[in-house]
């Protein structure tokens, strides 16, 4: 049965969620799908605790990106369980983790997306649908004119004014035809210092990583059943990797050598590396928990996007055992028997995420595409900062961090300078109301390394949805918005007012990440 209205967000990871609030804001009629039955993709199906930027708690984000970190402190601050020595914290992280200065539960920052877009929902501007897979599209020429679902109650087909691709592989593109790109580009077709010297190949994609979260129970034992394929991983070493696949030898990324750190101790210890929940600020204490996303469980056998649905299926579910059978090798051969599968904090049965972080989308083929030669430090060597970009709509900063792919190599992990997100990374080649709101933008297999991560991503799905909105008030196309600059400079105004940074201050931008 058909639904219009005039904005439809596919997808409801970081840049879905963030493209809906701007949009339905901005006074627009949305509606929002999710395949799963939660909303904020990496932040919480996927269980990835926020990879940012050094100045993430005062700029360098959007103002609601701020906002959903601000409230989920409150959260926190609101449990009488909290000491009031952690809840007099400004910068409250919960799970004191190293990566991240907001290391915090997936269910409770699930809890605080549902809020940020509560009232947007009551007041009639947004309508969240969850367990929908896009399968088809019908386009008219340049235009996507709806998008189809499977759903539990079976095909549901919406029309939109415009369309925009969130979800985490660019599912929507190859459905409406809009002209992409999948996995690695050939140095020959970029000029990037670091793109493949072959051809391209789209199935060179970056490893995805099923993860998983462990408390630490000192007083019990809790093995997990042994995986069907345990032997398998337990002698599997891959030929760039230094070590077995269920040990404690990784690799380190910026400089490919051996690296092994270890589960407990001083310093960039593994429990602490993601750790989700620090018992001790409770009181009593809790049992510490961690999420599991480390090397050991990167899956880069085989791609899944791109790939038939039973090979994809199959994949997945290799991907999962490997996150098992490394956590029964913890407990049985490493000797930590302690380590509990926590279920809880990510809402799912098993302590498994809900769905796989899949860092590697498919790519439209922009007006602009951002490469390694605007925003890498080597590729700008003697510029001491990244291009700066006319039609910004956004910022970001993060290393171009690549996890060994599929094409069989290693970490690439290299420095850039903090970056800006171009409106012309958001707009396809040919289709006119097709716009990319998250990881499918116009970057490359080496720039999606720097592009891909969480307020980034929030960004690129607030410009997108704003974008939508300003199109239609102003009754122009999307691209006309980039053509035309007393347009550009009105849409610019807009994100200024929403909050959206469109560039660093002047002392930052030479910085080295």
Sequence with gaps: MGSDCEVLVVGGGCGGVAAALS????????????????????????????????????????????????RVRDRYRADPGLTAEARALPELNPGEGWVSA??????????????????????????????????????????????????????????????????????????????????????????????LDGPADPFD???????????????????????????FWRGYRAPFWPGPQLGWTTQEPETGEPLSRPLFGEGQDLWRFRRIRSGRLWDPPRPDVTLVNWPQIDYWLAPVTGVEP???????????????????WLQTEAGYPALRPAGEPLG???????????????????EFTVLEQHVGVEARAGIGQAE??????????YR?????????RGYLDIACHPFQIPLGALLPVRTENLLAGGKCLGVTHVTNGCYRL??????????????????LENGVPPRAVRSRPGLLADFQARLAKLGVPLEWPEPVRGVVR
Excluded: K
Excluded at 311 to 326: G, H, K, M, V, Y
Excluded at 388 to 397: E, K, M, N, R, T
């Design 454 to 471: 969480h307020p980034v991503e929030w960004n690129t799905g607030e410009a997108a949805g704003a974008l939508a909105a300003f199109a």
């Design 205 to 231: 994609q970056q490893a995805l990583t099923w993860c998983a979260a462990l408390e630490w129970d000192p007083d019990g034992s809790h093995v997990v059943p042994r995986p069907g394929d345990y032997d």
């Design 348 to 366: 799912t049965p098993d302590g498994l995420a809900l769905a796989p972080y899949v860092r590697e989308s498919r790519r439209i083929r922009a």
């Design 400 to 408: 171009i961090d690549l996890h060994p792919s599929t094409g069989g």
């Design 23 to 70: 949009a339905a804001m901005l006074g627009r009629r949305v509606v929002l799908t999710e395949a799963t039955g939660r909303l904020g993709g990496q932040l919480t199906s996927q269980a990835v605790p926020p990879d940012e930027n050094a100045w993430v708690e005062t700029f360098g984000s959007t103002q609601s990106y701020r906002l959903m970190r601000s």
């Design 310 to 328: 039973e090979e994809r299926a199959a994949r997945l579910a290799q991907a999962r055992s490997l996150t098992s059978s490394f956590v029964h």
């Design 102 to 195: 907001l290391c915090a539960e997936p269910v409770v920052v699930g809890e605080v997306l549902d809020e940020l877009l509560a009232p947007l929902v009551r007041a009639g501007n947004l309508e969240i649908r969850y367990h929908r897979t896009p399968v088809a599209a019908a386009t008219t020429g340049d235009r996507v004119d709806a998008v189809t679902f499977a759903s539990p109650e079976g095909a549901e087909s919406v029309s939109a004014s415009y369309v925009i691709d969130a979800t985490e592989e660019g599912d929507v593109l190859p459905l409406a035809g809009c002209e992409h790109v999948l996995g690695s580009e050939s140095a020959a077709d970029t000029g990037e210092p670091h793109a």
């Design 388 to 397: 700066q970009f006319a039609d910004s709509v956004g910022v970001g900063c």
